[in-house]
């Protein structure tokens, strides 16, 4: 299993000072995690759990940016190495921490104690803490050091003076403010960084002044806010302005401290700001957190947001669940109070609900057809809202105290909001509630706090509960009696949650604060105790819960201790532990639409999405090859059971689907006909979608349907993002349309104002100006869309300025140059613009545009053109180069997504613009063989041979011999080669013989032949085929050694002899033999590597071949000087001056071979004329490209494995060696099964 996307959580909104910035890097705070984002392209670098309760503020090192400070409620404050994920520094304080700052210089941080101590923390010191001065408990609302040195410090008191202490003399100083009037407290100070003793400070009347410290004095006041400012930040950009913000709305105002009123405002979003900080090497840019727990990146030179963040919860999310109808959507339940309706393919929140102050929100549930969504709370309410408005309902007190768990039974035909909720809560009941009335039907007492409650997915009024005994109980809610049916016994601590099997009825899972998870077999007419099955593995209390929809024999288990555990509960063991939470693991769901697509959120804040559809990728390859046999690959619950209920291991559990999609999927293939006219797109759409998941997938049918022409393989626009050249620009005028509507459905969210004016940007995109100029002026900007209505006609000017003298109101913010290039007719000026912002999807669209003629020519200069064959000429010229933009904007955003370990979004660019082979290309590269292997069968494009093998290599290891033969008949080599040593391998004799109609003794004859006509690749096959082990590689090694001494060996040549050599089994063979063929393996893969661009395999290919060379003394015929050199130059790619000068290096050495002297000097020329041309190509067109998921966070230090290829930290998932104990990452042991068939560890 691994991570696919997560969503971050928000910044906490309880204390201010949680955001802090540095040169190349921004960062918030969650209620206990750190997120750290890097300015180049607002990627998560990195989330640290730094405490482990409230942290109460953050500070970067204003010299060191690897230097992070936090100070928390535990009283604990530490200094953070980035890079390492450490604490380096850490102190203890004798109070809460609420406010900190580091000064500009020295080792010194300033801290503001809840008890009113001011204190300075010499962190190089250790323990040492001076206290500075005090000012009344809870009374600090601002610390300030002064930005020229650590000379003087601000301390800003909530009765509305300032305190200053000086660091020479040790001595205070203090200015009234308002302390002797209206006592407003200081809600911001900043001292002004041209001076030595100016400050501005805001106060909680809205009043805002000027004072001088040195008298202590009053100098300048600012013109009285309606709203308290709560924010300062100066502009250092431009001397003398400074920024304000208000947490009432979204608005930055940016005042002069000559003026008296604001110069101007910039709109930065839709609510409050809580906080606003200026990045120290990019005066105009400023991050900003929001009240709604969101944080942006503005840049006030061009009014504009460069970053916004989706509005996250800000604390422990303790409950998600999925549609029911939808998979694209999920909710959450979090201690914020809050439930957030999420829509996966865009990460946005689209609705949410707020239960209130105080209510901490612990468990959610969808009702019947989804119309109504439940959530309980700390206090022991019920709450229900409606999903689409998002009003509330219902509020009932169900509980006396803490409502931990919720269900809504759905079963049956229930109209929407009603049936039944069921509640658990630590006052011992479990409730049956009305849904629509809010009457409590039934209560059922327990011995203790009942935390889990689940209804029973197929059987009517069939409870289950875990309480705090340690005890599971069965209840049927229409029995008269409060008896359960069944107590279910065995946990030594609470029972926390309890789940229903979905394919086996009769069978449960309950975990445990025991560690444990338990497996019970409720059927009255069991033989034996219930307890069929005893989980363990986890470190602390178990919390999430989750059976597989397909896969009968899979649990997945959330725990305190941050994993999520896949267990085989058949066999009673963990098969799988993934480490990326950083916290508790609360909420686990899936979907049964997506069932190998599953959804964690945590104490860490964050949704994750995982997918483990490794487990099945064999059944996939299955249905995509043989889609009419998929009937064969479903189970029945019967089976299942059999198995479940044997003892561990001692049944093999049958390689099946047991879902009921799955039969609804093998039910709706049979009834599509096969055809002759090539793959049927809905059948493979339908398959691959069932067992995949990936962010775009259906953009991705939609670019494959249109390029074949299968209009009805096209989805809808209004979920779509990217689209093919040839709808592109009507998907856009639709999008435009949809969003000038007078009502903003689901998704479609913003005043009609701002809808009107994103609607003109794209009807100006694509080259409707008079569309631009209708939307833009029914926004109010009417002069904006006078001043480009000629550019239509000089009437449509004439109507439109006879029309807004009519309105009598007018706008004159122009702001954009767009419309003015695109009127007169540069647009390609608009496409550089986009580009040199990254704005790459808008570039993207006038690109399209220009290429298709819709946008105004320049107008002509000169005299007129010489004949027409000048005029078409030039004609094509123009297109040609529209053509060459267009096409390089699709490259340059396919390299953005790529970056962002998005390899399909970015696929999806090349698709766009009917450049299949690139998609597929890529595809490969970044590790999504069935995707490319899908790409190239619709397209009719040839398969990728290296694709073909691995999912070759898939089928065979599950034992799918005719799968596995399939693939690789559509291999260069399949019919020739790879099928008759395949045959070899396989058990199947009727199988074997259509791949090879030779007998071992055929072959044996063979070998004399083949040796005769110096074909030494089939007399190595031969060799193999006779089980001539020892013959066979003295054969093909000796082959190989004199092919590696000619200069124009390839490696199709090599390929021919390696194929049969790698199918020999190392164990049986001499000492000698094993280090020559692992030694060739390595030197061909070094060779292919160099030749792919796959230079993350080149340093530990070279490695291995050295190590086995070196340590068995082989008379290997390629020197290691001359694999240096393969290296030196195959680093070029990174680092193209380290690559020239260790290649200088070699050609400096008096031990390198004089014979590849020329060679070397030849790889130094090339490397200088490819800089001198700006460099190598991109991932996206060769080299391996970043898998998806690729660019998320990693998990702690502490759980991270050491690579054998790098003896560097793994980043990302590791994959287990054979030895289980060594590890390489999944990133590295896909890339390297595409050179060498051998382990890194030679086996």
Known sequence: MRQLRLIPSGVQKWHRDTIATSNHAFAYSSTMALHIYRLKDNTLMKMITAHERTITAICWSPEDSNLLATCSVSKKIAIWDLEAEEERFVTKVTDVPVLMDWASTGNRIALALDNGNIILWEYTLQERHTKLLSVPPQGAKVIRWHPRGATKLLVGVSDGSLQIYHMATSKKTSIVGKSKTSKDTVTDAQWDPLSEDYLIVAFNDGTLSLYDASSLQEIHSFEPQAQPIKSIAWAKAQPGNFLTSTDRVGLLKLWNVSQRAPLSQIKVGSTG??????????????MVSYKNSSVGVCDIGSKSMKFSSSPGHSETIFDVIFHPNDPDVIATASYDGHVKIWRISTSEREKEMYAGPEQLLYGIAFGPGASHICAVSNTGVLFVWKTDTGVQVLRQQNHTAQAYRCEWNCRGKKAPGTGEIATGGADGYACVTDAQTGAILRKFAHPGAVIGVVWHPTQDNILATGCQDGSVRIWNTKEPNDRPQAVLQGHTARVFNVAFHPICPDLLASGSDDQTIRIWNNNPARQGPPEIRHLVGHTHNVRGLLWHNELPFILFSGSWDSTIRTWDVAAGVCIHCCYEHHADVYGLNAHPQRPFFLVSSSRDTTLRFWTHEDIVRPFLLTCLLKPHQMSELL?????AMAVMT?????VVAPKKLFGLQSRSLAEAIQKIPLGNEGPNMEMIKRIVSFFIYRLGLEDFWGLLGTIRGDQAAVVGTSSRVIFHERELVACQKSKALELASTKGGMGIAGKLEDRLLRAAQIMLRVGDIRSYCRFTAQAGHWERAICIA?????????????????TLSASADIEECAPFWIAS????????????RSELDKAFVVAKAEADSLLPAAPQIGGAVSSAAAAASKKEEKEAAARNKFEGVAANLAQLHLDAGEPLQAAMCFLAVSQGE???????????????????????LPQDPTDLKLLSGCAERDGRWAVAGDLLRGHPLGETLLLPLMAMRCPDQDLARQWSGFSSEQYREAIASSLE????????????????????????????YAMFQRPDWTITEARMIMEPLECLPLSEMTVKAIANVLACSAYVGLVEAVQLGYHELVYPLAQTLRNIVVHQNLPFPVSMAEVSMLEAAASSAVNTASSLQQLQ??????????????????????????????????SVYRGLGKMTGGQLPTCYKKYAKTSVLTNALIKGPPFELEDRKLHVSLVDALSWARVNSYSPLNT
């Open 918 to 940: 690139l998609a597929s290309s890529l595809l490969s590269r970044s590790h999504e063989p069935i995707l490319a292997y899908v790409t190239n069968l619709l397209l009719g």
């Open 825 to 836: 007719g540069q647009a390609s000026r608009l496409v550089d613009a986009c580009v040199e």
């Open 790 to 806: 000629p550019a239509v006609s000089q009437k449509f000017w004439a109507d439109m300025c006879n029309e807004y003298i009519a």
């Open 1145 to 1178: 290096s070699l050609l400096d050495s008096p031990e390198f071979p004089k014979q590849l002297r020329p060679v070397c000097e030849q790889h130094m020329a090339a490397i200088t004329q490819t800089q001198a041309a700006g460099g190598y190509p991109g």
């Open 273 to 286: 700001v809580n906080c606003v900080k200026a990045f120290p090497l990019n005066p105009n840019l400023f």
């Open 635 to 639: 189970g029945t619950p019967q089976e």
């Open 646 to 650: 044997a003892p561990p291991g001692s």
């Open 1013 to 1040: 006509a110096l074909d030494f690749a089939s007399a190595t096959l031969a060799a193999v085929g006779a089980d001539e082990k020892e013959r066979a590689a003295e054969i093909g090694v000796d082959a190989l």
